[in-house]
């Protein structure tokens, strides 16, 4: 009889309840609020969990940083011939690149200039004491000047041979050398790569003939037409491995 009475109680309860929230504006709002409330906690720990990066955890770990590297040439000369003062001028483009090079993660240039002049005597003698005293060469020389589309080298003037390196990429300082923390392995090996954009542009390179003739002897004439050099461009290309530190691998 008690259990029949309180189910009664708990029917007639729930009447009143569903009456009051159907003629109470009030408390249809509230109604409705609570329940988006109670929906959206759910949602919204489901929408956190999925914007984490899965890599995050990455930032608590030590890395270090190898490297497979190699070099391609881009253009070439061995015998450039050049009177004096005249200028050999090249214009290229990353359009040039060779095609390889375009697969790979070119991160500076290398421009090499060499005077074969100095090697021999290669002056023209005239006169009748050339065969007793001919008197002696003087040595030629060459300058070169090379820019890419961010970058510029200095001029350089050389009797023998000359170089110089152009830069591509910033390569990243960290606090924590050699061991790198704070950072994602993606992250990590995007400081090690260049952008397309920054290889997008002209590149010019200049040499400059610089002929000098050796004293002439009392009967003997001597005259320097040319100078004769060699250059080589070269694209030096990076593969950044990034390896987790476990305190025993070798990383040197």
Request: net charge negative; aromatic share 10%; with cysteine.
């Amino acid at each position: 009889m008690q259990e029949a009475e309180d189910e009664s109680m708990d029917e007639n309860l729930f009447e009143k309840s569903v009456l009051l929230i159907k003629t109470n504006r009030t408390v249809q709002i509230v109604s409705v609020l609570t329940a988006l409330v109670l929906l959206s906690i759910p949602a919204y720990s489901m929408l956190s969990k999925s914007q984490t990066p899965d890599d995050e955890y990455q930032r608590e770990l030590e890395y270090i940083v190898d490297f497979d590297s190699g070099i391609i040439t881009w253009d070439s000369n061995s015998n450039l011939e050049l009177n004096d003062d005249e200028v050999f001028s090249l214009k290229l483009s990353y359009d040039d690149f060779p095609e390889e090079a375009k697969a790979l993660n070119i991160v500076s240039i290398s421009v090499y200039m060499g005077v074969l002049d100095s090697q021999e005597d290669n002056e023209e003698t005239s006169g009748l004491g050339c065969s007793v005293d001919s008197g002696e060469d003087a040595l030629d020389s060459a300058s070169i000047f090379f820019s890419s589309p961010n970058s510029q080298s200095e001029l350089l003037e050389t009797q023998y041979s000359t170089g110089t390196y152009i830069d591509l990429l910033d390569i990243p300082e960290f606090t924590s050398y050699p061991l790198i923390t704070g950072y994602t392995v993606e992250e990590i090996e995007e400081m090690y790569e260049t952008d397309e954009e920054d290889l997008v542009g002209e590149y010019n390179l200049e040499i400059t003939g610089l002929v000098e003739a050796g004293d002439s002897t009392l009967q003997c004439e001597r005259q320097d037409p040319s100078v004769t050099v060699e250059y080589m461009i070269e694209l030096i290309w990076i593969d950044a491995m990034v390896m987790e530190w476990n305190g025993d691998l070798p990383w040197f």
